[in-house]
């Protein structure tokens, strides 16, 4: 059986959408959609994350992508946590730091 129609089969799906999808990879006979993907990983809601990028971090708080950095550039800042020369925002003790600050 074609790989396509197992998939359409397994997944309920029509021919039409199943080749509206520009991108696929063909994997074991599974395929998997990098649209789809990205679109579901981009949907994932902030709050549920526990590590958040600078630019997820300033639209989840509110505050500016310039004033997360100079906070997180202090070595004792509490909420940053570097992996590499990336900085992730730990959510909920940003959310902690937020609620106890008078101002930032």
């Not at 998939?7 to 074991?28: A, E, H, I, P, Y």
């Not at 300033?58 to 550039?73: H, M, V």
């Amino acid at each position: 059986m074609n790989v396509e129609k197992y998939f359409l089969m397994l997944t309920n799906q029509s021919w039409d959408t199943f080749t509206q999808s520009k991108t696929t990879v063909k994997r074991n006979t599974q395929v998997i959609k990098k649209t789809e993907y990205r679109k579901a990983k981009e949907e994932f809601p902030l709050w549920h994350k526990s590590y958040l990028t600078v630019e997820e971090a300033a639209t989840y708080s509110g505050i500016g992508k310039d004033k997360l950095r100079e906070l997180t550039d202090d070595e004792n800042c509490p909420f940053v946590l570097w992996n590499g020369t990336k900085r992730l925002i730990k959510r909920r003790v940003l959310d902690e730091y937020l609620d106890k600050a008078y101002s930032i």
